[in-house]
């Protein structure tokens, strides 16, 4: 559904626009109709302008996209028509009403009056709006005007939506909103690039993911396969202090053990595949004379895999 080879984008900077920023570094992307795909990355890593660049906002410096069949340097207007963005932070004004917004909207995209006021009241069904829809946008919560926002960039129902950070700033509650409107919408077949830094949401939520860093994709696959790759999971043993040496002078041999330090009340074993080895583990403690209080699998998460990959966390700048 997206298809992108090299794509680059720097921009002039310094004070005398001499110095350019190499936003983004040669992007290749495949993202798959009907999935919902990631982009994930540290502040200034480059998906705005990424995003920005294949919602047709901005033209790239060089490489090649194809986009629901159209090609973005081409025929910009073919890509502009299949697809939906939602900016970082949404384009409501606070004067204006929900409902008045996505008439507009659909307007802009060539609707006549009536047919603009039925897809209005269309999205406020769908997306569930009718509570607050008729009050101005600058009273609404902030998963509510998300919830607008996003219902504002499907109006014309394309193909591909983008939406940059959606649940940047959202409470729990809010980002469950958000989320439960876009897994809809790639129900219904829509498919779906999301940018955020929630390692955490994008886990949970997108089928693929590709990590972001210095303006280049430095990994991309399933949150599942991305994290299996990562060695190791750890095992946490909560034991009495006088049992902690016996049992990791025991356990020391195991086939599957990278590595194995006092942690937390007890023993941190770094081992392959820790729920195969948890049996083990507990059957030569038994020899051994040994029952941790405690037992914890902890599996890598994307943060695992992020650190990994970049060599720092993506909290870090
Ligand atoms: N209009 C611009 N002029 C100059 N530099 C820019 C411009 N827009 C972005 N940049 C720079 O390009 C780099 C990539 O920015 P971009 O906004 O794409 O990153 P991002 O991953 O979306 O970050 P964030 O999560 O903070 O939005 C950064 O170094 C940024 O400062």
């Not at 939406?163 to 958000?178: F, I, K, N, S, Y």
């Amino acid at each position: 559904m997206i298809e992108t080879k090299g794509l680059r984008k720097s921009y002039p900077s310094g004070k005398h626009g001499r110095a350019v920023v190499d936003a983004v570094r040669g992007i290749d992307l495949d993202v798959r109709a009907g999935e919902i795909f990631g982009f994930l990355g540290r502040n200034g890593a480059g998906k705005t302008t990424t995003l920005r660049m294949l919602a047709t906002l901005i033209r790239p410096d060089g490489g090649e996209a194809r986009i629901a069949g159209a090609d973005l340097l081409a025929d910009p207007a073919a890509v502009r028509r299949r697809i939906g963005y939602v900016a970082q932070g949404g384009g409501t004004a606070d004067a204006v009403t929900g409902r008045e917004e996505l008439v507009m909207q659909a307007r802009m995209y060539g609707a006549r009056k009536a047919e603009a006021v039925q897809q209005a009241a269309d999205a406020v069904g769908a997306f569930d709006l009718a509570g607050f829809a008729d009050r101005p946008c600058g009273t609404y919560s902030g998963g509510q005007r998300r919830r607008v926002d996003i219902a504002l960039g499907v109006i014309h129902s394309p193909e591909v939506l983008f939406l940059d950070e959606p649940t940047v700033a959202l409470d729990p509650a809010g980002r469950g909103q958000v989320w439960a409107e876009i897994e809809r919408l790639r129900a219904g077949g829509m498919t779906v690039v999301v940018t955020t830094h929630y390692l955490d949401e994008a886990d949970a939520l997108c089928d693929r993911v590709a990590i972001v860093d210095h303006g280049q994709i430095v990994v991309e696959g399933t949150p599942e396969a991305l994290k299996r790759e990562v060695s190791g999971d750890v095992v946490l043993l909560g034991l009495a202090a006088e049992e902690a040496g016996p049992a990791a002078a025991a356990l020391r041999e195991q086939p599957r053990l990278h590595r194995l330090e006092p942690g937390e009340g007890g023993l941190r074993l770094h081992l392959d595949d820790g729920a195969a080895a948890v049996p083990q583990l507990l059957s030569v403690l038994n020899g051994a004379g040994i029952v941790p209080g405690t037992v914890q699998l902890q599996r890598p998460s994307l943060d695992d895999v992020f650190l990994a990959r970049t060599g720092r966390s993506i909290e870090q700048s």
